[in-house]
């Protein structure tokens, strides 16, 4: 069986884990030494953390030369197709250089690819910017602006694929609602092993722990030519401080059903996100016709039991309803990864300009 290390950068952390016979043996969560990272060229940070990573498994008793394969977190990539793909030199130059997001995630494939030195195969495994839309999907209303595919990939084709095998039947064949409830939302619909639409967790969609979802368009203008904010203010108004943060204080799930047992304000704001994601995930069973296998509740917040209920209360009628709790990306990515070394899976490549 194989054996392959696992790298998911962080700002200023890397999980790291290590996969064999089936399982991930060894897994940690490794603080990177003090320095601003914010002062660092990419190919610094990819450096240092390669350095401090390969000290910390020699540490362990783990030597690079061992594994059969690195799988790394897929970072900001333009629209690609789902699977496992190889990196190479042009993806990493496309990863440090010409992505237009920085984000930890980048960092993943060229830290790996560093420490291979290009002896053992890299790879990477259904990164965010995965897009098998629709193309009605795609249209928002005015030409200028394109609805984008943008999701928590990884672990929503990860648990499409338990499911489907445990319902006995190939992915191909299957549709699944899928929402992942974390810091922000997906809810997708995949159609015969494709996510034909999804809500941006950023932009649209129902509202989160910490981000708004969607909003009025109108209010929203007024508040941006209202002088009160900057771009970057509001921006982080959305996206970093809405939600239940901006409603309750706290973007922490199992302290606002707490607030909830007694205050009435605090249960409403539990129900109105409840009622949000049940929303999303009707009308994507809508536009499927209802031809729905199973509705699949994954991400962090699914292990809340009173919260995937008030959510089955609303959309049990409408399929089976799957409870897949977590994100265990260490474990898809390595899974992706073997897939490709035991023949079940041909890597993809990446090349710019022929992405879909």
């Known amino acids: 069986m194989p054996r392959i290390l696992i790298i998911n950068p962080g700002s200023t952390s890397t999980k790291l884990g290590i996969y064999e016979n089936d399982e991930i043996i060894w897994k940690e969560n490794f603080e990177h030494s003090a320095h601003t990272e914010d002062l660092l060229t990419p190919e610094e940070r990819v450096k240092i953390r390669a350095k401090e990573i ?32 190889e990196v190479d030199e042009e993806m990493v130059d496309y990863l440090l250089h010409k992505t237009g997001v920085d984000h ?16 053992i195969p890299v790879y990477i495994t259904d990164p965010v910017s995965v897009d098998e839309f629709w193309d009605e999907a795609r249209l928002s209303g005015i030409p200028q ?3 984008r595919s943008l999701f928590h990939a990884l672990n929503m084709k990860a648990v499409a694929r338990k499911v489907a095998e445990e319902m006995g039947k190939p992915l191909e064949e299957m549709n699944f609602v899928i929402a992942h409830l974390g810091g922000g939302i997906s809810v997708g619909l995949q159609v015969k092993g494709k996510m034909v639409d999804v809500n941006n967790a950023n932009d649209e969609g129902p509202f989160s722990p910490n981000r708004t979802g969607e909003l009025p368009v109108g209010d929203v203008v007024e508040l941006a030519f209202s002088g009160k904010y900057t771009e970057k203010e509001l921006l982080k108004r959305y996206t970093k401080q809405g939600g239940l943060l901006a409603y309750l204080g706290t973007d922490d799930l199992r302290k606002a059903m707490k607030l909830a047992a007694n205050d009435p304000k605090a249960e409403l704001v539990i129900e109105g996100m409840a009622y949000q994601i049940a929303k999303e995930i009707g009308g994507m069973c809508a536009v499927a016709g209802g031809n729905i296998d199973a509705i699949i509740l994954t991400g962090s917040m699914a292990y809340n039991s009173d919260f995937v209920e008030k959510i089955k209360s609303y959309v049990a009628r409408f399929a089976l309803v799957v409870v ?20 079940k899976e041909n890597p993809k490549r990446f090349k710019v300009g022929e992405t879909i």
């Open 54 to 85: 390969e000290g910390l498994l020699s540490k362990e008793g783990f030597k690079i030369e061992e594994f059969d394969a690195i799988a790394c977190r897929g970072g900001i990539l333009p629209p690609l197709e789902s699977g496992t793909y």
């Open 104 to 119: 930890p995630s980048n960092l993943a494939a060229p830290i790996g690819r560093l420490l291979s030195r290009g002896n």
């Open 145 to 147: 602006i394109e609805r």
């Open 324 to 343: 897949e709790p977590g994100e265990n990306e260490l474990l898809a990515l390595a899974e992706g990864a073997k897939r490709v070394l035991t023949g």
